[in-house]
């Protein structure tokens, strides 16, 4: 793994793009080279490249709105007199933290180190706090998930057409923002699962809605996978001692009547179904306490239903 400080991108990508920057503009409004060196702190020379349009740099920066818009406000203030250097360095460290919280400098920070990619990092802007390390651990165990879901022999037989999607809960959520999820759900692609992105909070309002409506039930049911409801399935949850609960499929307050259910059983099964209804395709939900617990629960129901094909299709 490649351990890379945003600093570093400060100092290497960000700095020298804002400083060309900023001498293009100074010497747009009428500062000469020997004026703009001593403003930047930087050589005549170095001037020179910058307003020549030689001074590298990254158009990310460039394009960014912010960042243009800075630099515009500190060049008016530097060349009229109504900004010093304190002052001008007060705008670009307001910007540089604006910038580490999901800006250019994230983007750049994730392209250097790949393993900060769908972990939702802020750790620039918030350090490191429980709450992101909470954050974290979610979005890695649904991660671990979905591939787990991925490599499950057939799989792809059980996501139903609206997709597939695990998702998991933060301790105690509040709402769908809590809850992490794939995007775009996964799919079955040609007898092979695709995943399409890494997990995010608040990508999936479906499973969303059960992850919440079970954690409101027992807090310590977190998690939830939604595959396509199979009597072969349900039958093989049966004979692990799971007994399916049956809820209403109607989209509409679903959440609540989950919650309905949920209460008159008195606890949050492994494993809850519906039977579809107009436009409504038949889901079945395995909960679980985390996502890779709900995956592997579905591993374990496939690989029970196709023993029991085998079993059958040999009598």
Request: proline share 5%.
């Amino acid at each position: 793994m490649s351990l890379v400080l945003p600093s570093e991108l400060v100092v290497d990508r960000f700095l020298p793009t804002v400083r060309a920057m900023l001498a293009a503009r100074l010497a747009d409004r009428g500062l000469t080279q020997r004026e703009i060196a001593a403003e930047l702190g930087v050589t005549q020379a170095a001037v020179s490249k910058y307003v020549a349009g030689e001074g590298g740099g990254d158009d990310r920066f460039r394009d960014d709105p912010e960042t243009v818009a800075t630099v515009d406000r500190i060049a008016d203030g530097l060349a009229g007199g109504e900004m010093d250097g304190y002052d001008a360095l007060s705008e670009l460290l307001s910007l540089v933290r604006s910038l580490e919280d999901r800006g250019p400098i994230c983007e750049l920070h994730e392209e250097e180190m790949p393993a900060l990619r769908g972990l939702g990092c802020d750790l620039c802007v918030r350090g490191l706090d429980p709450d992101v390390r909470a954050e974290r651990d979610v979005l890695a165990n649904v991660r671990t998930a979905a591939r787990t879901l991925a490599s499950v022999p057939g799989m792809a037989d059980a996501v139903p057409n609206v997709g597939t999607n695990v998702g998991m809960s933060l301790p105690d959520p509040a709402d769908e923002t809590d809850v992490a999820a794939v995007p775009g759900r996964i799919y079955a692609m040609g007898g092979r699962i695709e995943i399409p992105a890494n997990p995010e909070f608040g990508a999936s309002k479906h499973v969303s809605t059960a992850v919440l409506a079970a954690n409101d039930a027992d807090p310590d049911v977190r998690a939830a996978v939604n595959v396509a409801t199979d009597d072969a399935l349900l039958a093989a949850a049966r004979e692990r001692g799971i007994d399916p609960l049956e809820f209403d499929a109607d989209y509409e307050d679903r959440g609540e009547h989950l919650g309905d259910r949920f209460a008159n059983r008195g606890a949050v099964p492994a494993v809850a179904y519906h039977r579809g209804a107009f436009g409504i395709e038949p889901v079945t939900y395995v909960f679980g306490a985390t996502a890779v617990e709900t995956a592997e629960l579905v591993g374990e129901l496939l690989a029970a239903r196709s023993a029991s094909a085998a079993a059958d299709s040999n009598d």
